[in-house]
T-cell receptor, first 116, second 120 residues
Framework: DGGITQSPKYLFRKEGQNVTLSCEQN?????MYWYRQDPGQGLRLIYY???????QKGDIAEGYSVSREKKESFPLTVTSAQKNPTAFYLC???????????????FGPGTRLTVT | AQKITQTQPGMFVQEKEAVTLDCTYD???????LFWYKQPSSGEMIFLIY??????QNATEGRYSLNFQKARKSANLVISASQLGDSAMYFC?????????????????FGQGTILTVHP
């Protein structure tokens, strides 16, 4: 079945360590996105990519980095520069579309990162 | 300024009754899309319904309908015949118009969400 996988579901790290969150999709979507969600809050865009080897900063990119070497993969690295990394991270993908497109973003199951 | 506003942090509804979740948005562009997502306690995001700014009729998908009032910039979600499984967080989102460089196609801006609790 087509979909988005994120691994692992739960991740624990010590403060000061970089950590990479995996996101893979087999939907043949060009666009991929990373969101952060804090408890009781909405989703905030970290990075997005609309084509291989290209990506754009979202609203809260500081302390994060991404790569897009393959269409199917969009890993997110949470660096030690991110001051409050503990959060729920969601990856999404969609066809590249204009503002009027009805194509929704498909989401992965998310990764809960805890940094102590 | 917030582009998407959901003013109801929490809502309660009796099973089998209808409930309306509010969403207002802010944009000066005539072309935009509005989405509603459901997020159960498991964390997954489930797409519910879409409304385009030029759509003449309000969108409907099963028990979900969207009360789209363009002049008031509101896109309220109506859930009819609530079920216990409807208890979840609900998010309104807007697909942004492209920026000057045309790199922002497909971006969604989300509201803060409304927690819906359905009582038996």
């Amino acid at each position: 079945d087509g979909g988005i996988t994120q691994s692992p579901k739960y991740l624990f790290r010590k403060e000061g360590q970089n950590v990479t969150l995996s996101c893979e999709q087999n939907l043949n979507h060009d666009a991929m996105y990373w969101y952060r969600q804090d408890p009781g809050q909405g989703l905030r865009l970290i990075y997005y990519s609309q084509i291989v080897n290209d990506f754009q900063k979202g609203d809260i990119a500081e302390g994060y980095s991404v790569s897009r070497e393959k269409k199917e993969s969009f890993p997110l690295t949470v660096t030690s520069a991110q001051k409050n990394p503990t959060a729920f991270y969601l990856c999404a993908s969609s066809p590249v579309s204009g503002s009027m497109s009805s194509y929704e973003q498909y989401f992965g199951p998310g990764t809960r990162l805890t940094v102590t | 300024a917030q582009k998407i506003t959901q003013t109801q942090p929490g809502m309660f509804v009796q099973e089998k009754e209808a409930v309306t979740l509010d969403c207002t948005y802010d944009t000066s562009d005539p072309s935009y899309g509005l989405f509603w997502y459901k997020q159960p306690s498991s964390g997954e995001m489930i797409f519910l319904i879409y409304q385009g700014s030029y759509d003449q009729q309000n969108a409907t998908e099963g028990r979900y309908s969207l009360n789209f009032q363009k002049a008031r910039k509101s896109a309220n979600l109506v859930i009819s015949a609530s079920q216990l499984g409807d208890s979840a967080m609900y998010f309104c989102a807007m697909r942004e118009p492209p920026n000057a460089g045309g790199t922002s196609y497909g971006k969604l801006t989300f509201g803060q969400g409304t927690i819906l609790t359905v009582h038996p």
